[in-house]
């Protein structure tokens, strides 16, 4: 299993906080403001150019509080876009409608993750069965796909809640548009506020138990700023076959080879930095695959990759990360993964974006590991 070449400088992707406050409850949500309040535009442009002094980023992704609330969050996505950064929103999509999706995509928006499960407080979902709010994601997936928008998934799930796993697992597997699933595993963040009290961390036995069986490994991972070689994101990588019809017709568990890290060093050498969002058509992942198992992944990959090209199917990436939350040692320091992928700014220094509204203490965010 490869750990992501992520560090320093190097980290291509980072968040953007551009508000408090949500139209939306959700259990255990690291944004304990309920009031709403925005960063003004010139406050967010700072923000930005701070980031990239920071990062060589290729991504961004702007979350909150709610993005979609913010007045200027096209104005927003325009600015980034214009910079030449790959654009994706976290949004719960209750503001996300085909006029809302069409100013996006003219802003250059790449990605949106959804965040849309049972139990959330939201005007939109008034039953709470996993049905239901399948059926919703599913429809704002669509809107988002008819607009040239990627659609991707978050969910917040307990590291036990192996029947949530498997659902969520099975809707990324038979959908046609969603290619990304996030799965933030459930943190209580009010206990790490007190730097005197010591937390466990997650126990992900289960959560790969469960993945497994569902057609995902994992195949690549972040490691922990104190344990570099304890995951604290899984990186889960399949790839499915899909016959001219629509109907499934096969499925690739992907492991990494010599041609992912030559393809990563070769990225990073010609464009400066590394790769966090890779674009994929069906050719593109066909030609991978031949390559994947030629060099160390697996060797069956090869002719599933064949079969796709003689017959004419299309082949399509399912991507999952899973991010293990972060724990507070009995010295007060917490652990989070190296080099956070998902920090933003807070008093001029990158800090994981989960912990920004729960710590603010010296002790725990220093970043010696000793």
Known sequence: MMRMPWKGEFVPHAALDILRGCNCVCSYCYNTSRAVVFKPFDDVCKELDALLRLRRLQTISISG??????????????????????????????????EMAERLQHAGCD????????????????????????ALRAAKGAVLKRYGIIPAFVMTLEADDGRGFQEAARFLARSADFEFLLVTVARDFRALSNPDTVTQDVDDTQILEVLGK????????V?????????????????????????????????????ERIFLALNRWIKGHSV??????????????????LTGGHLSAFPF????I?????????HIIVQLPPFRLPDGRLEWCDDCPDATLKGGTLQPLCLGDA????????????
């Open 65 to 98: 509080g709610e993005p979609l609330m913010h007045p200027e969050i096209c104005r927003i996505v325009a600015e980034i876009h214009r910079r030449g950064i790959c654009v994706a929103v976290l949004s719960n999509g209750i503001l996300l409608t085909e």
């Open 111 to 134: 990605l949106m993750l959804l965040h849309i499960q049972q139990n959330q407080g939201r005007s939109d979902l008034p039953h709470p069965a996993e049905a239901h709010a399948e």
């Open 214 to 221: 569902n057609g995902f490994q994992p195949y690549s991972f």
């Open 223 to 259: 490691g922990g700023r104190l344990d570099k070689n304890r995951p604290r994101w899984h990186i889960f990588h399949s790839v499915s076959r899909v016959n001219r019809g629509g109907r499934r017709t096969g499925w690739q568990v992907l492991r990494t080879s010599a041609i």
């Open 276 to 293: 966090f969002l890779a674009k994929s058509s069906s050719a593109k992942i066909k030609l991978r695959l031949l390559l994947n198992a």
């Open 305 to 308: 990759a064949l079969r796709a």
């Open 310 to 318: 003689l017959l004419g199917e299309q082949l399509q990436d399912k």
């Open 359 to 370: 710590v603010s203490d010296e002790r725990s965010m220093r970043e010696d590991s000793t």
